[in-house]
């Protein structure tokens, strides 16, 4: 669990300590969270979703939240040869291998289309996000492309009968471009966030990549085997990069999904999902979680915990330092306080707004994986809603 700063995006709205008091208070409560906007601890905003608005695109998504923001997602594909690295078995080596796997596929009756590597890379998923007002190399869509690209193709793989890796097996990313050991495909994910950022985009540009995935769609193979791929002309027989559930079949491969990243406060006591900047703005703590779907269990898997600083963790410029809570408990700067104001108190003033200090409890981190990962939890309200969402 890796912390990371946050950016302007999540900085501290325009509001006076009286307000971030009214605001902390009333997200505190102790008979569960008030919130400015009237939504339960798990409600998330309204939001319009769509699929297939970019033409000429494998796979496109555009959701849209009530708060006005909206982002478009864009999958492009295309086929590329495999070059062989260090470790890799050389030529020869696949030769053999490929009699081997025939002569084995000709046994069980599936011939050369079951001898195709599983083993795929995290390099032929490329994900860039372009954010109004920031550079493509500003911290925020960096960080942000990064976290959602981990998740994505770092989904652990699983392990077969005979101990080897199976990717495709777990329903992970990297096993699905395969073609064979000598092609694969390579995805471009281009993500664009219409809007200024209104609140940390992350959920909202982690459930649009997800719905974009789903809708992604493939040529049919009509090659076989090691052969130089060939493809179906007709676009109706193109298959989906993640199948999509067939009526009266049994749960399968069908199930797993790409993973989605959603955004998690605590406010005292309390667990608020999809925040705003306002309810960021006094959060104690802000996780990005990370789940997808599991193969054998049917229910989600944590793929990934990230922490983001909060405003309240940050240091405004030009603070001095008997003013600061970061260095208000050094001696230092105790002597400071006292000096320029004997009045000062470290302690709290009802109605004024001042950042908690520390981190944050083992039982609540706790806490709000439990609420994601539990069987009719967040993670599968929101699984289960995106997959209502018709796909063309």
């Known amino acids: 669990m890796a912390p990371q700063q946050a950016s302007s995006a999540s900085q501290a709205p325009l509001l006076s300590p009286a307000e971030l008091s009214y605001l902390y208070t009333s997200l505190a409560h102790p008979g569960g969270p008030i919130r400015p906007d009237g939504r339960a601890p798990t409600q998330f905003r309204p939001l319009i979703a769509e699929t297939g608005i970019v033409p000429g695109a494998n796979g496109s998504a555009r959701i849209g939240f009530a708060d006005g923001s909206e982002a478009i997602v864009g999958v492009k594909a295309e086929v590329e040869k495999?070059?062989?690295?260090?470790?890799?078995?050389?030529?020869?080596?696949?030769?053999?291998?490929?009699?081997?796997?025939?002569?084995?596929?000709?046994?069980?009756?599936?011939?050369?289309?079951?001898?195709?590597?599983?083993?795929?890379?995290?390099?032929?998923?490329?994900?860039?996000?372009?954010?109004?007002?920031?550079?493509?190399?500003?911290?925020?869509?960096?960080?942000?492309?990064?976290?959602?690209?981990?998740?994505?193709?770092?989904?652990?793989?699983?392990?077969?009968?005979?101990?080897?890796?199976?990717?495709?097996?777990?329903?992970?990313?990297?096993?699905?471009?395969?073609?064979?050991?000598?092609?694969?495909?390579?995805?471009?994910?281009d993500i664009l966030l219409l809007s200024p950022p209104l609140s940390y985009p992350l959920p909202l540009l982690s459930l649009t990549t997800h719905l974009a995935l789903l809708s992604t769609k493939l040529p049919k193979l009509k090659s076989h085997g090691e052969e130089d791929p060939f493809f179906e002309d007709d676009w109706d027989l193109a298959e989906y990069l993640y199948p999509r559930a067939r009526p009266g079949t049994k749960a399968s491969l069908q199930q797993v999904r790409p993973p989605i990243t959603l955004l998690v406060i605590s406010v005292g006591d309390n667990v608020i999902f999809d925040p705003t900047r306002e309810e960021i703005a006094v959060a104690e703590a802000v996780l990005a979680i990370s789940v997808a779907r599991e193969y054998e269990t049917e229910g989600l898997k944590l793929l990934s915990i990230r922490t983001i600083d909060p405003p309240s963790r940050l240091t405004q410029p030009g603070v001095p330092d008997s003013e600061n809570v970061a260095t208000l408990g050094s001696t230092a700067a105790a002597e400071e306080a006292q000096i320029l104001n004997p009045s000062t108190s470290q302690e709290d003033v009802a109605g004024v707004w001042k950042p908690r200090r520390g981190g944050i409890k083992r039982s609540a981190v706790s806490r709000m994986v439990k609420m994601v990962l539990e069987k009719g939890g967040v993670g599968d309200e929101v699984m289960e809603g995106l997959e209502g969402v018709e796909v063309y």
């Open 82 to 189: 495999t070059v062989l690295t260090t470790g890799t078995l050389d030529l020869r080596q696949l030769q053999q291998q490929d009699q081997e796997d025939y002569a084995e596929g000709e046994e069980d009756g599936e011939g050369k289309e079951g001898s195709a590597s599983k083993a795929g890379q995290g390099s032929w998923v490329q994900m860039s996000i372009e954010i109004p007002g920031f550079r493509d190399d500003d911290a925020l869509p960096v960080f942000l492309s990064e976290m959602m690209r981990e998740s994505l193709v770092g989904s652990s793989a699983k392990k077969s009968s005979d101990g080897e890796d199976d990717d495709i097996m777990e329903g992970g990313l990297k096993g699905r471009l395969v073609i064979n050991k000598r092609w694969h495909w390579r995805l471009y994910i």
